[in-house]
């Protein structure tokens, strides 16, 4: 599945509270005290740095949203980017979603480790890699990860432009 984009920013949702506080409905889990201030860390360089015409995806879990809020701009919300995502199923809905919206140069992603781990390696590889064979890199809670499209020839791997923890911030 290509991903026609120039720049794609993965952010990995900021900590969240326990799980045992909500009766195991991981979904409903709030960002913590921590996690708010993390969200509010990155979302303020984003709204210095990141393009103006970004396409934002959120998974539907409580604590990514509230990721995406921190931002204080429109995002889109799929089930299909939740936290029992598959690889191959969040690159679906990242594709379906995008061809259904005005194209964008940028999309930014709010989600869930394993496959936002496996999204970020795949798209240091190269396209004809299998995402099956994609290797998982672990993303921090909070972390944001931005990857620009090496050049504007298509099926070229993305780079890695910079890496961004709020405790750096």
């Known amino acids: 599945m290509p991903l026609n984009y120039q720049n794609i920013l993965l952010w990995r949702h900021a900590i969240a509270e326990d799980l045992a506080d909500f009766d195991d409905l991981d979904s409903a889990r709030p960002l913590s005290k921590k996690g708010l201030k ?41 089930a299909s980017l939740s936290p029992s995502a598959t690889l191959e199923s969040a690159l679906r ?29 795949q798209l240091l590889s190269f396209p004809q890699a299998l995402p099956e064979n994609a290797k998982e890199i672990s993303i921090k809670k909070a972390a944001l990860w931005w990857f620009k499209q090496s050049n504007s020839q298509e099926n070229q791997p993305f780079k890695l432009f910079t890496v961004l923890a709020p405790s750096l911030l």
Do not use: F
């Open 38 to 78: 993390q969200a509010d860390k990155i979302a303020h360089w984003l709204t210095s740095n990141m393009p103006k015409d970004t396409l934002i995806l959120s998974s539907n879990a409580l604590r990514a949203e509230q990721t995406a809020q921190a931002l204080h701009q429109e995002y889109l919300v799929t």
């Open 93 to 121: 809905a990242i594709c379906d979603l995008s061809a259904n919206r005005q194209q964008s140069e940028n999309l930014l992603v709010v989600g869930h480790q394993p496959w936002l781990g496996l999204l970020a390696a």
